[in-house]
């Protein structure tokens, strides 16, 4: 049964802080990605990374950082959090005999206050 | 660049049958995947079409007309559980990253 995991399903942090959202998945899928996901506006690609050590900026990549230092995991970091990066996050892979498809995480809702 | 509409809103009767369009307009074409997202849970794999036609699975069907840059999801026999939200993604040329849909929220009436 294929699993991709995140860190937290809630997470709360103050204006300022530095944000770590962690992404495991058990596929051994090459590619995996980071999205946010906000009312009216779908889904978002902030960064994905294709291969251990590789990045790619995606639409809205400001604000954010990621690293990738094993193939499995996939970290996004929010050096600063502010109050607009209050939103659901979905880490999602995708690879191998998968093909295209993208297998989601359960998603990690922050709060910035 | 890339563009996908689908209607924001539909609701539907319990057992009925609804259809969830989508237009896209991509650069390349690798196939054309439907999610379905309940609230406030992550989005889970429907279909996948990549050649013209209705691809059946269950209560649900998918269609795609790649000269149209149209696709469709027909869901039938309507359970209320079908409350969602579906979304519409192409992948780009890569094929490593998707282009969304803003998805189309769907609420089953009794």
């Known amino acids: 049964d294929v699993k991709v995991t995140q860190s937290s399903r809630y997470l709360v942090k103050r204006t300022g802080e530095k944000v770590f959202l962690e992404c495991v998945q058990d596929?051994?899928?090459?590619?995996m990605f980071w999205y946010r996901q906000d009312p009216g506006l779908g889904l978002r690609l902030i960064y994905f990374s294709y291969d251990v050590k590789m990045k790619e900026k995606g639409d809205i990549p400001e604000g954010y950082s990621v690293s990738r230092e094993k193939k499995e995991r996939f970290s996004l970091i929010l050096e600063s959090a502010s109050t607009n990066q209050t939103s659901m996050y979905l880490c999602?892979?995708?690879?191998?005999?998968?093909?295209?498809?993208?297998?989601f995480g359960p998603g990690t809702r922050l709060t910035v206050t | 660049g890339q563009n996908i509409d689908q209607p924001t809103e539909m609701t539907a009767t319990e057992g009925a049958i609804v259809q969830i369009n989508c237009t896209y307009q991509?650069?390349?074409?690798?196939?054309l995947f439907w999610y379905q997202q309940h609230a406030g849970e992550a989005p889970t794999f429907l279909s996948y079409?990549?050649?013209?036609g209705l691809e059946e699975k269950g209560r649900f069907s998918s269609f795609l007309s790649r000269s149209k840059g149209y696709s469709y999801l027909l869901l039938k026999e309507l359970q209320m559980k079908d409350s969602a939200s579906y979304l519409c993604?192409?992948?780009?040329?890569?094929?490593?990253?998707?282009?969304f849909g803003t998805g189309t929220s769907l609420t089953v009436i009794p």
């Open positions: 999602a892979s995708s690879g191998g005999t998968s093909g295209y498809e993208q297998y």
């Open positions: 596929m051994d899928h090459e590619n």
């Open positions: 079409n990549v050649l013209d």
């Open positions: 993604a192409v992948p780009l040329n890569t094929g490593n990253q998707f282009y």
């Open positions: 991509t650069s390349g074409f690798n196939g």
